[in-house]
């Protein structure tokens, strides 16, 4: 009779439990093992399913609701981006201050640095205004430009140097661990001849000891 009800006890803390994440299954194993009451402990400190379904939703729909505010703030910037781009371009083509710098910055430089020395001067222009758009600041942007190209070659030489010394210190760790190998592959090699002389001696001093034994049987008998 006890049996029976605490398998009854047992099943209905398992329906209780099916209700809650820990499920049907473990909170009734729980029960029969060790006590329903201890089940139902286990099963009350679970969370219920509908809760996790909401935490789930609400996750969702935060995600959800981040993603397109992100795609929106993309797309704002892309369009004021263009926007200012057009601004630029228009500027070189209509205002004499802005073509007239943007010639003086193509006959100083070229390539990469006249790319970098343009951005510089619609970064001015943008920022304070075609009236500050002066021979000085150009001589200024055409400076900086030039130290910072100065400044990339001198990183990337130190970068090439880093890395050749990297190459020659592996090399020389290459080489030093294979002469180790071929030092210690000597080494085994002289020790196993030891090794086999030894036998060998020992081997030749055994037969030569049976042989005077045999000799001496022979010679008593």
């Known amino acids: 009779m006890y049996v029976i009800i605490w398998i009854f006890l047992s099943v209905l803390v398992g329906m209780i439990g099916s209700s809650r994440s820990i499920g049907f299954l473990p909170t009734l194993f729980i029960s029969l093992i060790f006590s329903p009451?201890?089940?139902?402990?286990?099963?009350?400190?679970?969370?219920?399913?509908?809760?996790?379904?909401?935490?789930e939703k609400l996750l969702k729909s935060q995600e959800s609701a981040a993603h397109l505010k992100n795609s929106n703030s993309e797309n704002t910037g892309v369009?004021?981006?263009?926007?200012?781009?057009?601004?630029?371009?228009?500027?070189?083509?209509?205002?004499?201050?802005?073509?007239?710098?943007?010639?003086?910055?193509?006959?100083r430089l070229n390539g990469s640095e006249l790319?970098?020395?343009?951005?510089?001067?619609?970064?001015?222009?943008?920022?304070?205004?075609?009236?500050?758009l002066t021979e000085s600041s150009l001589n200024k942007i055409v400076s900086d430009v030039e130290l910072e190209t100065d400044k990339r070659s001198?990183?990337?030489?130190?970068?090439?140097?880093?890395?050749?010394?990297?190459?020659?210190?592996?090399s020389i760790r290459d080489k030093e661990y294979k002469a180790e190998l071929a030092l210690e592959?000597?080494?085994?090699?002289?020790?196993?001849?030891?090794?086999?002389?030894?036998l060998s001696i020992l081997l030749f001093l055994s037969l030569i000891t049976y042989g005077v034994f045999q000799l001496g049987i022979n010679l008593i008998s």
């Open 79 to 107: 369009s004021e981006e263009k926007f200012n781009q057009e601004k630029w371009e228009q500027a070189q083509v209509y205002i004499d201050k802005v073509t007239d710098s943007v010639n003086f910055l193509k006959t």
């Open 37 to 55: 009451v201890i089940g139902l402990l286990a099963c009350l400190t679970s969370e219920r399913n509908n809760d996790i379904e909401f935490k």
């Open 154 to 170: 001198l990183e990337l030489r130190e970068k090439t140097e880093i890395e050749e010394r990297k190459k020659r210190e592996a």
């Open 185 to 198: 592959k000597e080494r085994r090699n002289k020790t196993n001849k030891r090794i086999i002389f030894s």
């Open 115 to 132: 790319e970098s020395s343009l951005l510089k001067l619609k970064h001015l222009y943008e920022t304070l205004g075609e009236n500050y």
